[in-house]
Each structure stands twice: as C-alpha cells, then as structure tokens.
C-alpha cells in the first residue's frame, strides 16, 4: 500500500510529457528542489502552528514556487500550482476541480472527517452524488489514505483531485469558523429571543454572551478573513426565525454564505458592536460605528450599521479597503479622451465639478482617488462627508452632525474660513448647501461635490430646480461626471462570441455597409473563479459634460436636460450607453451588463 506522495522527480516528467515544463527547466527543478522545499518549509515555519505543517510540501507547491513560464517560452503564463495539479490528475486519469467555497457544505465536512484528520491528510468531503461522495484529494496515489477513508465513511468514494494549498485553506475556513460558531452555541444557556416580534411572552431570564467570548471572536475574525479573500464590499449578517444568515456582495450581487445557530447571533451582534465602540444595551434604534482592522499588512476600514428587524438587529459592515476605493486616476476605467478630459476639469484652480450616479455606482472611489493626486503638499485639502467613508491622513476630514445643527451647509461655512484650496462636498442635498458649494467656486476654490441624478445634463437641471442663479451656475460649473460600475468578463472563462441583430439593434449599433456584418465581443462561460457568473471585478464607464460655450448660454437661458444634452454631444461628450458599447467592443464587459446597467441610458 502506497503511502508517499509522488514525489518532484515524477511529477516533473509528467509536466514535461504535458508541455507545461522544457527539458532544461525539468532538470533545473531537480537540482533545486531541495533548497526550494526547504525555503518553503521556513515560510510555513515563520506564519506560526496550527496553519500548516511545515513539514508537508507537496511537490506540485516546490514545483510551483519556481514561478516557471510555461515550456520555458518567456512570453507564456507562469506554471503555478493549478496547471500543475490539472496534468497530474490528467496524467493519473482522475477528474481536476477547483473548490468554489461558496458551494461547499460545511456541515457534510465537518460531520464526516475530524479537523485534525482533514488537516493531515489533505482531504475534504464535497457533496454526495447518489451514494457515492465526492472527495477531493492533492494526491491520486496515496492509497493509504483512500485506505482510511472508506473505514471511517464505509460508503463508494469518488475521487477529484484539486490544490493542495486549496484544500488546506478551506479547511481553514470551514473548521475554524464552524468550530468557533459550534463553540459558542454549547456555551450558551437556553434563551428566549427577544429580538423576535413573533415572541409574545417572556418565559424566563436571559443569559447574554459576553462581548469578548474567545468562540465569538474568533468566528468573527474567521468571517472577516474569509471576506476579504472573496473581495467582498459588504457583510450582511440577518436574523431570520430558526437560524442568521450571513451574505457578503461580491461585485454588486449578493450570494449567501453561512447559516449560523440562532442563539450565537447576538453574540456576533455584540462581537461587533464592542469593537465599533457601539452602545451593547442599545437594540431598539440603529446604530452606527466603525473600526480598524489589518489586511496584508494595511490598514481596512470598516463600517459597521446595525438596524432593528422582525427578528433581532441586522447588521451590515461595509469594508473600505484602500486599494479598492483609492486607485490611480487612470485607472478608473476612463478611455484616454474621457481620461484627459478629466484630468482638465481637475487642473483647474477654481470652480465647482460634480460626479453623479446611484448608490453603489463608485462616486466615492472617484472623489477619493482625485483628492490623493490633488493632495500635494501646497495645498489644502477639505472634506465634509456623511460619514466619513475612509480615514485619509493627508486630507483634513470632517463628518456632518445634524443633531446637533452641523449639516453640510453650515460646515461648509465655517470651512471656508480654514483657508482650503480644495473642498470636497459628500452630497449636495438642498438649495443651502448648493448655495454654498457655488459661492465657494465663485470665490476661488476648487469645489467637488456629488448628486443623486441619472446623467450629467439632468445634474445641470436639477441646480437651477434647487433655485440656483442660472449665471452663477454657467459661471462656476467647470463640468459633470456621470458614472455606472460594470462588470468585467472573467479572463479565466471568456470566449469569443458575436452580437445577434437583435442585440445590435438594441444597443442601437449600425454597422458600417459592407465588409462584415458582425461585431464580436467576449462572454464567460463560467468558473470557478468567478464563481460560475462569468465575470470578475469591475470597471467603471463614464459620461463627461464640459461647461462650453454652448452649454453655458443654455444654461443662460434655463433650457431643459435634453437641449443641454444635445449641445454637450455636439461637443463631444459621450454617452454612458456608447461609453459601455466601447468597454463591450473592447471585451471588458459582455453584453447582458451593457443592458443592464445602461437601461434607462437607451430610452434617452
């Protein structure tokens, strides 16, 4: 009975027949692999005990860590661990699969291997096809382990073979956090859910959890590493009658997570609002607070908003992370006309610039990531937001107050006696704080401020609705910013597809007469790197309005949004919809997101 892994020698003549290794990096891989499984054994070493052994490095992990291109051609994809696992499970005629966490069951895991078992030998139940269940394992020739298997579940075993390193984080995961929650539930005394409106009567005392209860805390901590490795924005964590659902969104759409024993909500309620220094004996009214924590060495910001429900308090914790919400301006998604076209409204000394679009639409990534380009140290940077979405050192911050009077307006007014050059606005809301925002642009400030407005034009309309004069808005607006966040087409699934005319006369494209009659664009298939969807991340489309000439006299003359809108194209703005239609033309969305997210852009 086999017992040892296959070992790097064999596993890199199998690259070889795969193509995925030449003969000189072959021999360079045997001649270093001892060095290099030693290096990677002190690496396990310095993360600490309880992660890994530091003495199990498989061969396709030694292997992988050359970081070697693929047939040792230097334009070609490095070899990493996946490719490698994928030929051995080819080679060794067992069916490759990559885990997706999301659809794992925790419960089957957890029910039919103990933790340390799965941590030794690298195995993790699936799902059950019929009677069969479905195993993935690093090794396909390990027989003493498949040996162990079948006495301790004593049912037919049906092999994949996925990453070692995948199978060990998500052991990670599922153990940790389904031990920290199981934990928690038998600590606790039987309780009556007061959070409930369905309970009518009081039947006993109730025993809280403290705050600081190691299980609770470190299922906290589980669910916060599990989020940011899913690139998560936001944590939804919902009482529902028999048990709490936990939701994270992922690229703007929702997916369910976890379900956790109703009686460890509250704790995780109160895990979270100690740390966001919220009131614990508060449950009646919603709360809102925020905290600190570390991700790969940088500071995460974390918003955290608690909300009475039917049955107890939700809770949402919106994650900031800085590499997300402050980005290199050329980044954002703009094309180079659109993206010189802002970097001049942005230059400019004085004025008032507005960037609109819904919630969730990157307004704040945008405002934040101008302001680092802005902030240089001859200038002083102002904010007033509601609240303040991230903590930035070299800005001056200041959040609005309305119990105690402080709106935006009145903040605005007393900013503009702490000698700014640049004064960011979190939102103009009323005909005070518009007001304000102009006369500060009159009066030579650089003005950033956003509304709630479908496009650019409608933004112009709606200053002279809230009462503006419309010279002093022709003479301070510099220009709009309108923004939608698309989805992009995953790079690991995407094939190459062509529009149906249909389509192309839904999305309004004439072709040119003669030549050929299609326009091709990419779609994803769907993985599980993008979780079956086809599309990962997202990017941004904008529509730029520049105050000219033209659209200056019409706003002179109080004209509607669609003559502003007709002068501004023939001045070269470009609409959301065409914006999106060059981000499809370009492959970096697909059409369904074209569609969705410029609906109301099309009956414009």
Known sequence: MRIHRVSVDELADILVKAGLLSE????????????????????????????????????????????????????????????????????????????????????????????????????????REGDALVLAVSDPYDEQVFHEMRGICGTNLKLVLSPRTDIQRVITEVYGFKRSVARAAREMAPTVDLGNLEQLVRLGAVEEIEANDRHVVGAVEYLLHYAFEQRASDIHIEPKREHSLIRMRIDGVLHDIYRVPKPVHPAIVSRLKTVSRLDLAERRRPQDGRFKTDKDGAEVEMRVSTLPVAFGEKVVIRIFDPVTLIQDVADLGFDEEGYGRYLGFVSRPNGLILVTGPTGSGKTTTLYSTLRVLSTPDVNVTTIEDPIEMVVEAFNQTAVQPKIGLDFARSLRHI??????????????????????????????????????????TSVTRLLELGMNPYLVSSTLVGVVAQRLVRRVCDWC???????????????????????????????????????????????????LEVTEAVRRLINDKADSVEIMRAARADGTVTLREAAVRKLAEGVTCYDEVVRVTADEGRR
């Open 24 to 127: 000189a990096q072959r021999e360079e891989v045997k001649v270093k692999a001892d060095a290099q499984r030693a290096r990677l054994r002190r690496s396990l070493q310095k993360i600490g005990p309880g992660v890994r052994d530091a003495s199990d490095v498989t061969a396709a992990e030694v292997i992988a860590s050359f970081e070697l291109p693929e047939g040792g051609r230097a334009d070609s994809p490095m070899v990493d661990e996946d490719h490698i696992v994928r030929a051995l499970a080819a080679h060794a005629g067992v069916p490759f699969e990559k885990i997706d966490s999301l659809k794992l069951d925790a419960q089957l895991i957890t029910s039919t291997v103990s933790f340390p078992f799965a941590r030794r030998t690298s195995v993790l139940p699936l799902r």
């Open 416 to 457: 503009l006696r702490q000698d700014p050059d640049i004064v960011m606005v979190g939102e103009i809301r009323d005909p005070e704080t518009a007001n304000q925002a102009l006369q500060a642009a009159l009066t030579g400030h650089l003005v950033l401020s956003t509304l709630h407005t479908n496009d650019t034009a």
């Open 494 to 544: 995407k094939v190459e597809t062509v529009l149906t005319n249909d389509q192309l006369a839904a999305l309004d494209i004439s072709l040119p007469p003669g030549g050929e009659r299609t326009l091709k664009v990419w779609r994803g298939e769907g993985c599980v790197k993008c979780r079956g969807t086809g599309l990962y991340g997202r990017s941004a489309i904008f529509e730029l």
